[in-house]
């Protein structure tokens, strides 16, 4: 980028540094340098990214907020802008902190976050990127989840490592790099996306951080609130966006006007997968020309499929079946671009010569590109399309049967799935064959298979009831013509042989006459494919002008018989570009709809050895030329985080190639060593960073590692199955049970994707402690890369009937729980620190109504009532209740109290009382007259059952609990509050100490949860 665009702003801060800080020689002018050139490094990357930047060195950390305010007071509600602040800090609790007699209390970074105007619901205030690279954090980073951040704030906070706080600006030199390598094309991001997604840009710099130093990165949005991920900002452009200057990255076989649908396609319905096979060129087309309507022939089989799916009682399902390359894809493109209501006006060019098409569908339409995808994608992809909600094939049917008309369901390339028969059994017989109340079926099904005896029934049921069209039955003469046709359209587009007639005809002519075997019925290998390449060879050679017509017919008799033969071809004569045939091997390795050049990058060298050592990896620029060079054997779409995936177009290259490496015996266990380098940015286990995994990992991993013998390593890691792709998890529980690893419980939360990830991850750990794993369950808390749970779950213990009363008594360094069942009156004391009983003793009370905690010559204990009236005292440590005998009639409280639980509390100066109501809601009250001031509405789903007030460094907050077995933290007047805890069972008490230890009732269970620091540093006493 040139210049500064308008609106981009950013402020980069560099602290100031004190000379206690180390105790190297000159600690102050090493630190003071090196801060200043991190500074000037980012600022000069997001110059290049468009930014206007200002910078300040030697900042005081008491005056970063008065920085950070000054400059958003200057900013326009539509500006973007980042603020990065870098430098050495000092171990300290609960924030990040700069220097402990510097900073205000509480640290910097909160006093910045909870400042106006940052700390603003106004939607006017710009969005704001925070970069916060500081050494010596490891001990705050569970201060900063979701609910922590300002409204319309990002933020990207490096750490040092667990054990180590780091040089100071490794995540600046990251995200620095990271910035050039965008600019430089080499992030490969998709050229329909005006800006590079966030959290793309994250991975890069996770990535980036683990083969440099294993630093944490925390990245944090809305998105982490539950907000939708493209409320993102467009911080960062995307210089190979379409609409801006360069137009270097258009795709050579997809028209401008077509991208803007790539953008908003459904996944599974892979629209530029429809349109490229509709365009029947989609190999041939010229550079800067876009995709060209060039599909000819098949009369017959257009007509037959265009009548059934005009036909709305149109029954049986109909199969479009042939040999490899025979243009099964090309004929159902056509369709599919012609009837499908968003891609017809689009494509039009592409259908429009067509001898016969169908009319639009209007409703209930839904295609889907089944190669290498599972049957929960395959559901879910058409469920999608069609309005509805289904993820298996059951929800499916169901779904469709609800529907007034029959939908319609194209599905290609069925032979190119891993289980294609079980889609075929669950899925497309019973659409096909099931009937609704009025007879007619579920939905009408077009599938384009070869003929594989496994996919027999679906055959035998279009040729006995349906629709089958053989494209390998054609007769050879037609087919003769047909191919003819097709090459002559093909060159006649072309600049060199628009106007050469005879020397196209006779190409055209002996090309097909050599390519269709008229003494035989069948053909292996497709004649449309294999022309079109033959006649885009002819285009590059050069002699379009000087050929003659005898010279034509020659190169049209040396056409190869089959794909890979002109594959073998192409590669033997470009032999100076050593990385085509390893980066093409490694693309025939590729699972699902591609892989990703980072990923590409990674294991090319793989295929490129003899058997020695491996040479390094391939530059982004190679990798990027080699693409170019294969570009008319690759198929590209755009993979979620916005990169773009490639693939061999045809299956039949991909298994050639892999099938001739394997063959060559270099790497016998190949499958091993891929997956190590695919594993080689993550770390090492057991502490792998999967945020810095491509989806295509995360999507592909498992069945990668199952083909290595590698599948319980996997299975053992619960930071993978937390993140596994939705596709692959009915995959993984089908082969995990009845193998050892991490207990059922837990990996039943851990793949459960019905919550959010935070609350899967408290979920299995509260499994784990209930399995009796407290490390597994410290483990998934407070992860070793990521923000850590904003409350720890510390312990957990069975007590039935479970307490409707908890009161915490902290006494010295420890903390004892009584707890009360006010129903069975039976009641108990915890140690707080492990949940164990501590033993009590005492008259038998049965009819014990409440507990409260009170101060008694300032040590905290618990005030027991009876059912008459009578009190006791609990002491931290004594194990009989005390008599207390019955309170003085001055000390009760007269009227009635709050219908649901409640707490007093001190806010904005007056006495409240926070009150949990029957809907759900938490509302903060005058306690002297009743007057509502603030309230929080539905929280909860269910009533409000239980609720403690409680002071911190922003001011009183109040956690609540509620009978959908949730626990909120609300902060009145400040935010909108934010499910911290989800539990199996109903809430029924807890409480909280000032320590941040929150013990909760739920189910049968008491269970222990610590906020604050990690809670593995806080066990260690690190950080």
């Known amino acids: 980028m040139d210049s500064p665009a308008r609106g981009r702003r950013a402020l980069c801060i560099g602290l100031e540094t004190n000379d206690h800080e180390s105790g190297s020689p000159d600690p102050r002018g090493v630190s003071r340098h090196l801060t200043a050139e991190r500074v000037r490094d980012l600022a000069d990357a997001l110059t290049g990214a468009g930014y206007g930047c200002a910078t300040r060195l030697d900042v005081p950390g008491r005056w970063v907020a008065d920085e950070v305010l000054d400059f958003l007071e200057r900013r326009r509600s539509d500006d973007l802008c980042v603020i990065y602040v870098t430098g050495h800090g000092t171990p300290g609790p609960g924030s990040l902190r700069p220097d402990a007699h510097d900073a205000p209390e509480g640290g910097w970074l909160d006093h910045v976050l909870s400042a106006a105007p940052l700390d603003s619901p106004d939607a006017f205030r710009p969005p704001v990127l925070l970069v916060i690279d500081t050494c010596h954090a490891p001990g705050s980073t569970s201060r900063w989840h979701p609910h922590h951040l300002p409204p319309h704030t990002w933020l990207i906070l490096g750490t040092g490592g667990r054990h180590d706080p780091g040089p100071v600006g490794t995540l600046s030199r990251r995200i620095a790099s990271t910035l050039r390598r965008l600019g430089d094309g080499a992030l490969d991001v998709d050229p329909a996306l005006p800006a590079v997604p966030l959290h793309m840009l994250a991975s890069e710099v996770r990535r980036e951080t683990v083969y440099d130093t294993g630093e944490k990165v925390i990245v944090l949005g809305p998105s982490d609130r539950g907000s939708p991920e493209d409320d993102t900002p467009p911080f960062f452009p995307n210089p190979a966006y379409l609409g801006g200057r360069r137009h270097s990255r258009l795709s050579r076989t997809t028209a401008p006007g077509v991208l803007p649908f790539l953008e908003d396609a459904d996944g599974g319905l892979d629209h530029q997968h429809f349109m490229e096979r509709a365009s029947g060129t989609s190999a041939v087309a010229e550079h800067g020309r876009g995709v060209l309507g060039r599909f000819t022939g098949r009369r017959r089989e257009l007509a037959a499929l ?16 042939g040999a490899p390359g025979a243009g099964k894809s090309a004929l159902l493109g056509v369709l599919v671009c012609a009837a499908h209501p968003e891609l017809r006006e689009a494509s039009r060019d592409l259908w429009q010569r067509a001898y016969r098409t169908p009319r639009p569908v209007r409703t209930g339409f839904a295609a889907v590109h089944a190669r290498q995808r599972g049957l929960s994608e395959i559901c879910a992809s058409l469920a999608r399309q069609l309005g509805v909600t289904a993820q298996d094939p059951r929800q499916f ?8 008309v029959p939908p319609v369901i194209v599905v290609d390339a069925l032979d190119e799935m891993a289980k294609g028969t079980d889609v075929m059994n669950r899925l497309l017989l019973p659409l096909s064959l099931e009937g609704r109340d009025d007879g007619r079926p579920l939905a009408r099904v077009l599938v384009a298979t070869r003929h594989y005896p496994e996919f027999g029934p679906l055959i035998d049921a279009a040729a006995g009831g349906g629709l089958l069209v053989d494209l390998d039955r054609i007769p050879p003469d ?26 196209v005809h006779t ?27 033959w006649a885009r060879t002819l285009v590059n050679s050069g002699f379009d002008t000087a050929m003659t017509a005898d010279e034509a017919a020659e190169a049209a008799h040396r056409v190869p018989r089959s794909l890979t033969e002109l594959l073998e071809l192409e590669l033997r004569s470009q032999p100076e570009l050593f990385w085509l045939r390893p980066v093409l091997t490694a693309l025939g390795t590729a699972h699902g709809q591609g892989m990703p050049t980072s990923v590409l990058r990674r294991i090319a060298p793989l295929f490129a050895g003899d058997g020695g050592p491996l040479p390094s990896a391939p530059s982004s620029a190679t ?10 054997y690759l198929r590209t779409v755009t993979d979620t985080n916005g990169t773009l995936l490639y693939r061999l177009f045809h299956q039949s290259i991909a298994n050639h190639l892999v099938d001739d490496f394997e063959q060559s015996g270099r790497f016998p266990s190949w499958r091993q060593v891929l997956l190590d380098r695919l594993f080689a940015p993550l770390g090492s286990p057991p502490t792998r960073n999967w945020d810095a995994a491509e989806p295509y990992v995360l999507r592909h991993v498992m069945a990668l590692a199952r083909e290595a013998g590698r599948e319980q390593e996997l299975f053992d890691d619960p930071e993978f199955l937390i993140r596994a792709d939705p596709g692959s998890l009915d995959g993984l529980r089908s082969a995990r049970s009845g193998s050892p690893g991490l207990p059922p419980p837990v990996l039943e939360r851990l793949l459960d994707r019905r919550a959010p990830l935070h609350e899967r991850r ?16 410290h483990r998934l808390a407070s992860p070793v890369h990521g923000a850590p749970l ?22 010295g360094h420890r903390t004892e729980l009584f707890v009360l069942d006010t129903g069975s009156g039976r009641y108990g004391a915890l140690e707080g620190h492990t949940g164990r009983m501590a033993e009590t003793e005492g008259p038998d009370l049965p009819d014990l109504v409440d507990a409260e905690r009170i101060s008694l010559a300032g040590r905290a204990v618990a005030l027991v009532t009876d059912g008459a009236g009578h009190q006791w005292i609990h002491q931290p440590g004594t194990p009989r209740l005390i008599d207390a005998g019955w309170p003085s009639a001055s000390s009760r409280l007269s009227g009635a109290g709050p219908a649901g639980p409640s707490a007093r509390a001190l806010f904005d100066g007056r006495l409240v009382v926070c009150v949990g109501t029957r809907d759900g809601s938490v509302i903060v009250e005058d306690a002297l007259d009743g007057h509502r001031i603030v309230g929080r509405e539905g929280a909860h789903d269910g009533p409000v059952t239980a609720l403690v007030a409680r002071y911190d460094a922003s001011g009183l907050s109040v956690l609540s609990g509620g009978e959908d077995g949730s626990v909120w933290s609300w902060r009145p007047g400040r935010d909108r509050g934010e499910r911290v805890v989800l539990l199996d069972g109903p809430v029924r008490a807890l409480d909280i100490t000032a320590d941040d230890e929150l013990f909760v009732s739920s189910g049968q269970r008491v269970s222990a949860f610590r906020g604050g620091l990690p809670a593995a540093e806080d066990r260690t006493g690190e950080g």
């Open 306 to 321: 265009s009548d059934w799916l005009d036909d709305p009682g149109a029954r049986g399902p109909a199969v479009v079946t």
């Open 762 to 777: 408290m979920a299995a750990s509260l499994a784990a402690l209930r399995a009796g794993d407290p490390e597994l369950a």
């Open 507 to 533: 190409f055209a002519r002996v090309l097909a006459a050599t390519l269709v075997d008229r003494g035989s019925p069948q053909s292996v290998w497709g004649a449309f494919l294999v022309a079109g390449l």
């Open 623 to 632: 990798v990027k030329e080699t693409l170019g060079a294969a570009r008319f």
């Open 397 to 404: 049917l169901k779904a469709a049967k609800g529907m007034r």
């Open 478 to 503: 037609e087919l003769a013509d047909d191919v003819a046709e097709y090459v002559t359209e093909i060159l006649r587009t072309t600049r060199g042989f628009r106007h050469r007639g005879s020397v």
């Open 790 to 811: 904003p409350w720890i779950p510390w312990w957990t213990t069975p007590f039935s009937p479970p307490p409707d009363r908890i009161v915490a008594l902290p006494s």
